[in-house]
């Protein structure tokens, strides 16, 4: 008779596979740079820049979806809004205004390889000469929810301040406990003074770990970083700001990619 194998091994636990998460966040500046008549259009470049960046997720700032003015202005103006125009092969591309001009309207996207659940917005507005907003996409990763949250934040400190206490407040009632948060974007947060907030929320970002400094802004000789990626229910691996003259033309900011391990 043929020994079989003992019956524990077939009931020994399954290893857990570990899923890393890239998430990138990006200010655009509505795809256009220069002033005046030296203005150009970058959003093609964008494009290919953003599939470059292979994230999971891609949180963007400063995205138009329509805007007559320049629509009339460039001969190579996409029909498409931002969000969908940028969004690379497979992605699903989710938008929400923030800001309605005389010639457009613009505000934060999210795009992203895994599929999306459900989208919420929520307006955040400080004072009527910033409009803002936070943007929230619930994702599937395999088989678990996690809650994207894109913002752009407020130019005056005070009302960074009051924004990052209504995020707080967001999450408290549209996040379940025990379900992984990221929250990404311009945060406009000179000397990153914000981070005590965001890290009495539970939320981190890489600032612990060693590393090239990540510096955003501006583009063309960075001194400061304004733009984070901050997680929770995830474990920060590394950072990185992507460098070189194309990646200088683009935008006025650069774009901050970090790569997490998503906890059991």
Known sequence: MTNQPAAASATAPATAVQQNLRVATYNIHKGVQGIGPARRLEIHNLGHAIEQLDADIVCLQEVRKMNRQAAARFARWPELPQADFLA????????ETN???????HGNAL????????????????????????????????????????????????S???QIARLREFIDREVP?????????????????????MNAMGLRDTSDLRGPRTLTYPSRLPVTQLDFV????????ACNVPRGPIWARMSDHLPLVADFTLLN
């Open 160 to 162: 960074r301040v009051r």
């Open 177 to 197: 406990p025990g379900e992984a948060v990221v929250v990404a974007g311009d945060f406009n947060d000179w000397g990153a003074r914000m981070r005590y907030a």
């Open 88 to 95: 690379p092969e497979g992605y699903t591309a989710v938008y």
């Open 111 to 158: 795009l992203t390889r895994w599929p999306v659940l459900g989208t919420t917005h929520q307006d955040i507005s400080d004072h009527r000469f910033e409009q803002r907003g936070l943007l929230h996409v619930v994702i599937d990763v395999e088989g678990r929810r996690v809650h994207a949250i894109v913002v752009h934040l407020g130019l005056i400190k005070g």
């Open 99 to 105: 800001a309605v001009t005389r010639h457009g309207e």
């Open 230 to 237: 901050y997680g929770r229910g995830l474990e920060p691996l």
